[in-house]
């Protein structure tokens, strides 16, 4: 297996020029200091990084002059205005120019840089992508995809979508299908990636008439592009080695994500209890602490923080609001790397091979896109 | 706060005739005896209990015999079929008379006992305690509601719909929330229970059209329904203090529900890796087993095992398909409580209560059905 988003980072050709990142300084619930510290982590670790940072210079630019690291590798151009955690996407489709956001997509938009970071308001930040980079073609429907910690030996699971649209019809879950393997195959090195569609139970009669369809559509088209299709899986499957991508409408995909960090905090905050609830305990953890890093490290939701904007002409990364600079710093590497793939264009190519050999007998070896995404 | 199923059992007349559970002992993953097991440990706790036990005699009796405690408090009534986990519920409504199923619901629409319980497939249930118990007056579509280990002193969620039907529009939700009011305020011993209903956000604008209206109609029923309507909540909200109840469809209950499961045995397992891994992490968990004892007590799963079928004429009870023993005791135990309380009947003028003042300027007080399920 080739390592990859998860591990360490796959080779990549040295000769690539720079990598610039645009990233969202605004919308964070922390403040603007956490993201800067998220880049200035990002940037010890990667020399090639530098950055293109949008918001308001006269709270950027005290920040960064004090860290070092990013002295000459960060380009700040000043927006007045922000949107909101809670303003409507509607809204911020009608007046979103001037913000940070805006400016953060557009510079993707022009090529200056390869992938934008925001901490911001999902649904604005969908808005505004769907209306600067435009969708790839053959997306009707673009998709939020996130890394869900699993049993398997990657580590992780895709899931998608988690949240871009709150409806998916049979033909948009076999798109998520194939921008989901693209994302496995590129993002966990894995060559067949095994998708599921996310249902009430695994038999054939179970669920909503759009899965049954989508279940015949995306089995026929797996060998074609090159995945597994291994059928229905529910909810306790999400973090299972029995599938490595799990394809869902954004509503259902939304509510399982957050239930189940929901689920891992409720249990962290029972754990604490246990080790705090009196001297003994608190004796007692002493002797654990290194297990207990240990177990925190393997659940850490930080070190995965970054949703995936798939589907769209260029790479946008939705960090959690909440993110702290370990959380902005996990979400640059990841905007890195997929910058060092060429992930956008091979997930392109890969959309399109899909749609145009959909259900067709076709021999993979004589087509021109044959494997586009590897 | 009067105590309820999951506390100590509330002050019940001592002049109850015994209570009779009717227990479908076939179906479920672990076989007979288990079921049996279940029933022997919640006897030992509970004298007032006896059993009416349907299944293969062949493989009851004899096991049946080696339990001291079970002697003269079970009648087994033989059935010759079972219904299987993976039988279609279509299926099971044409040909589930004679099963073991059948009969224990049976035994409820004539009176013979006043809860079913069984670990078989839930759907096969459902559809079998619709055509048996008939769904109560006002109630179109019948919903599954379980137990959710919470942050709340009641240490519970109620959430509702888990899986009857992968549907609900907004006037199910509606009827959802009233029953679900219902359940926490005999189970939980809560006397206002606060409702939310199950979006991806907590905006007024979040969601999907029947989730806006259903927001209105059980806003606006409310206060005659004595509950709080907390509006939107999420997936990370349902172990939380914010709300006591959850209302959504049954498809996005059961993802969620399963998910929660999950993602509990994910951080189980990796919990038992980092105290098990080497040496020195399995001296050390030595030291805060009474620390990890108290941890699993928290969170055991099989505690509040038993989801119950809110909206028939009787009440049946869904024990995990998995459930060992301490499992199958516990959806007795349920059983057992709901009966006592008289929750079927209370539920049932609850729901015609809220249906009756519906949206009205009415005044509680002049009413003969007023606070029918207190």
């Known amino acids: 297996m080739r390592k990859g988003i998860t591990g360490r980072s796959r ?8 990598t ?3 990233v969202d300084a605004m919308g964070g619930d922390l403040g603007v200091s956490v993201v800067i510290d998220g880049m200035a982590q990002a940037a010890t670790k990667t020399p090639e990084l530098s950055f293109l940072v949008h918001g308001d210079e006269r709270e950027i630019t005290p920040i960064l002059a004090k860290r070092k690291v990013l002295t000459d590798r960060v380009q700040v151009r000043h ?29 993707v938009r022009q090529k200056e840089a390869s992938v934008a970071v925001s901490c911001g308001n999902t649904g604005a930040l969908m808005a505004l992508s769907m209306i600067r980079l435009r969708k790839a073609k053959g997306v009707k429907r673009p998709a939020i995809a996130i890394l869900w910690p699993s049993l398997n030996p990657q580590g992780f699971n895709v899931v998608l979508d988690v949240g871009a649209d709150i409806r998916a019809d049979a033909q948009d879950l076999k798109i998520f299908a194939l921008m989901g393997a693209s994302y496995a195959r590129n993002g966990l ?9 996310l249902n009430v139970g695994t038999e054939d009669h179970k669920g909503k008439p759009e899965l049954h369809e989508a279940n015949e559509i995306i089995a026929a088209d797996a060998k074609t592009n090159n995945f597994k299709y291994v059928g229905f899986v529910e909810g306790g499957d999400i973090p299972s080695d029995k599938v490595d991508v799990i394809v869902t409408d954004g509503f259902t ?7 189940g960090e929901g689920t891992a905090n409720l249990i962290g905050l029972r754990m604490r209890q246990a080790f705090t609830r009196n001297i003994f305990a608190k004796i007692s953890a002493m002797f ?10 393997r659940i850490d939701p930080r070190q995965v923080n970054g949703g995936v904007f798939l589907g769209l002409n260029g790479t946008v990364i939705k960090s959690h609001g909440a993110a702290d600079a370990t959380g902005v710093e996990a979400a640059i590497r990841l905007a890195y790397q997929l910058s060092q793939l060429g992930f956008n264009e091979k997930l392109a190519a890969r959309v399109a091979y899909g749609l145009h050999n959909s259900q067709d007998v076709f021999d993979a070896s004589n087509d021109p896109l044959a494997e586009p995404d590897k």
């Not at 080779?11 to 720079?18: G, L, P």
């Not at 409507?88 to 956001?101: E, L």
């Open 253 to 259: 995909g939304n509510v399982a994500l957050k239930t």
């Open 79 to 107: 927006t007045g205005s922000v949107v909101n955690m809670h303003d409507r996407p509607s809204h911020v489709m009608r007046h979103g120019k001037g913000t940070s956001m805006w400016s953060s997509l557009e510079a």
């Open 288 to 297: 654990v602490l290194r297990n207990l890093r240990y177990l925190r490290q």
């Open 20 to 22: 610039v990142i645009s």
């Open 11 to 18: 080779s990549v050709k040295k000769s690539a020029v720079k």
């Open 189 to 197: 090195g894995l060559e067949w990636p095994r998708i599921g569609l």
